[in-house]
């Protein structure tokens, strides 16, 4: 035995026989489990327990939806850590690996030490270690060097963080182990991220035929992974929550809000969060707490089933062109308008020439119109134009409806499988609205099939053959994403073959052309409708911030209130009549500076964290500091590097 292993081995029996000075002290408290709970001696080599390959094969299954979740997250730790000689492990609920990212130098060198598939890592097995302690603890833990019970682990450091299910229960354990000399807090801080964002990952996966409602006291933490997570069934009845949800309601256990309706917790129902989510383009609203009051900002999905069923009587009826429907031309893109003119030419000229058009402008200013046209006129016409929104999908379900999918490919997939969107616009047209909203993980494998012309369905592995005109839109600035990292580049270059600016309404010299073209599409067959002199007038100069979409709108309203064949301007909205936009809300304040937009992907990471810790302490710098052992002017001086303020008018301190 070495000096190395003597001295730790006295170490142990020191504390052990002493007790813990701290009652927080979690490596005490494990070492004292090791011994007089576990018989453990931290002196011997006591090799990892492997388990058989068939039982490894059966935890992995019992758990797919977490590995399927974590397998991209991992992946991101890693990439994120940059260091070669870490390791990034996952753990079912016993402590048995099921997964590991690394260098694959380091992944066969550390296999020896029993950091491999199939080891059981538990605090009975292995001692106190990241993965074991993290699983008695129920929390993060980091465990350094001569922190490890058992002597022959004492060179690594390992960081843990639990991942629960959707009811509360402890899934799984995700591990950073390495014989670097990694920052522990740093390594904590994106580990204990990426557990959440698995969580959530989790749980809108396993509750994708459930009503989603994602919610925070903050518009701008929607989408993140600090936003609470409530699944509903169809009855209205609470089935799943995230951490979040749980914190920022209040309760400290999903016991305390399983089986409650949303009414209980919220003043809406279900259909009129889904209808106001669905109004405003699944951007946040306000709703309260039903029991103390406080504002949370929200946004609520229907069931993918929903939605599939949707999709499927929407494609159905669109394959037979109802009567009086409108036609695609270019001719009834542009009235004399110059920047449309030349936009119109510059898409006349790449037509059939196998060029990805970008199509951008403000949101109803008629980028979908736009693309009709564009494959109306094209050789493709007789093929399908499919149209994808990358920003009114689910994050969980684009990618199935681009790629598809075989039989048996996730839990809750069809028998017979289906066909992606990008398969079905095969010989044709695919349109990918809000291009700008497609997640970054799903960049990269469009990219791979514009490149190579192929696509692999989920739980496939042949490749199918695809010959597809691409159209992408967006009302984002791709470019200033791209600089942010928020968007590939490669992608942004793809798509932007041709890139074609659509003006908004209130900029363009025709729209007295357009206002009557219009007119006469909503009209239809119902007979000739003319507007009186005053009522083109207010028409011309109202700002149209919804653009084009917006006045189909107003005049279709308009049509059904105007007294026989003249709409008058009493046949318009107030703020039509008004001359100006409608009344704005009061903007909520700015809580995050300039400066984020310039942040890099590991001070994002540090920025989200810290938010996440002032949250759980309500913006108390005091007590965050406490916690932290640090001062409060350090706090406030990350606070101001990163661009946080406070969300609350008055002082951060309550």
């Known amino acids: 035995m070495s000096n190395l292993v003597q001295e730790h081995v006295r170490l142990v029996h020191s504390v052990v026989s002493q007790g813990p000075r701290e009652p927080q002290n979690v490596v005490a408290r494990s070492w004292i489990r090791c011994v007089h709970e576990f018989g453990l001696d931290p002196g011997h080599e006591i090799e990892p327990y492997q388990v058989g390959h068939q039982e490894l094969q059966e935890r992995a299954e019992r758990v797919s939806e977490v590995l399927a979740s974590a397998k991209l997250e991992m992946t991101n730790l890693y990439q994120q850590l940059a260091d070669s000689q870490t390791l990034v492990l996952l753990t079912d609920a016993e402590g048995v690996v099921l997964n590991v990212v690394g260098d694959p130098h380091f992944v066969k060198d550390a296999a020896r030490d029993g950091l491999r598939d199939g080891t059981m890592w538990s605090e009975q097995k292995q001692g106190t270690n990241g993965m074991g302690t993290c699983l008695m603890e129920k929390c993060p833990v980091v465990i350094h060097r001569d922190q490890h019970f058992l ?259 996730f839990t809750g997939a069809s028998r017979e499988g289906r066909r992606g969107k990008i398969c079905q616009a095969n010989g044709g047209t695919l349109f990918l609205d809000e291009i700008g909203d497609m997640p970054l993980a799903l960049q990269a494998r ?85 507007i009186d002199a005053r009522a083109v007038a207010m028409l011309e100069q109202y700002p149209w911030p919804g653009n084009i979409r917006q006045l189909r709108n107003v005049l279709r309203t308009a049509l059904a209130l105007c007294d026989g064949n003249v709409i008058t301007v009493r046949d318009l909205p107030e703020e039509v009549q008004r001359g100006g936009e409608p009344a704005r809300a009061v903007a909520e304040p700015a809580s995050v500076d300039s400066v984020e937009g310039s942040l890099n992907s590991l001070e994002s990471a540090e920025r989200d964290a810290l938010v996440q810790e002032l949250e759980r302490h309500r913006w ?16 406030y001086r990350k606070m101001k590097r990163l661009g946080i303020r406070s969300a609350h008018a008055g002082p951060l301190e309550a």
């Open 620 to 635: 108390n710098i005091s007590s965050l500091a406490q916690q932290l052992k640090t001062s409060r002017n350090t706090i």
């Open 446 to 530: 469009l990219l791979r099939v514009l490149e190579e012309r192929e696509v692999v369905p989920l739980g496939g592995e042949a490749p199918v053959r695809v010959d597809i005109q691409l159209i992408s839109a967006t009302h984002r600035n791709l470019q200033e994403m791209v600089k942010r990292g928020e968007f590939r580049e490669d992608l942004f270059y793809r798509l932007q073959g041709i890139r074609l600016a659509l003006p908004p309404l209130r900029d363009r010299s025709d729209k007295r052309q357009i206002i009557q073209h219009a007119l006469a599409e909503e009209a239809g067959a119902g007979g000739s409708v003319t």
């Open 151 to 409: 002597a022959r682990n004492i060179d690594l450091t390992c960081t843990a963080a639990p991942i629960f299910d959707s009811q509360g229960q402890l899934a799984a354990v995700l591990d950073v182990s390495s014989r670097s000399q990694l920052l522990q807090q740093h390594s904590m801080v994106l580990v204990g991220m990426s557990a959440q964002m698995i969580e959530n990952r989790t749980l809108l996966a396993h509750h994708r035929d459930d009503y989603i409602i994602r919610f925070h006291s903050r518009p701008e933490f929607l989408y993140t992974l600090n936003e609470g997570v409530l699944a509903l069934s169809g009855e209205g009845k609470v089935v799943a929550a995230n951490r979040n949800a749980l914190f920022q309601l209040g309760f400290r256990s999903f016991d305390q809000v399983f089986g409650g309706t949303i009414d209980s917790l919220f003043n809406a129902t279900i259909a009129d969060l889904v209808s106001r989510s669905s109004s405003a383009s699944f951007h946040p609203v306000p709703i309260y707490d039903a029991r103390q009051g406080g504002r949370f900002y929200a946004v609520a999905q229907q069931p993918e089933r929903l939605l599939r069923q949707f999709q499927a009587v929407r494609e159905r009826r669109l394959t037979v062109k109802p009567e009086g429907a409108p036609e695609y031309r270019f001719s009834n893109l542009e009235f004399g308008d110059p920047s449309m003119a030349h936009n119109v030419r510059c898409a006349a000229r790449v037509l059939n020439r196998d060029i990805p058009i970008l199509l951008c402008g403000e949101t109803g200013s008629g980028k979908d119109v736009f693309a009709k046209a564009i494959h109306a006129a094209s050789n493709r016409a007789s093929g399908a134009f499919v149209a994808v929104n990358c920003a009114s999908l689910p994050e969980t379900l684009i990618e199935s409806e681009l790629f598809g999918y075989k039989s048996g490919a």
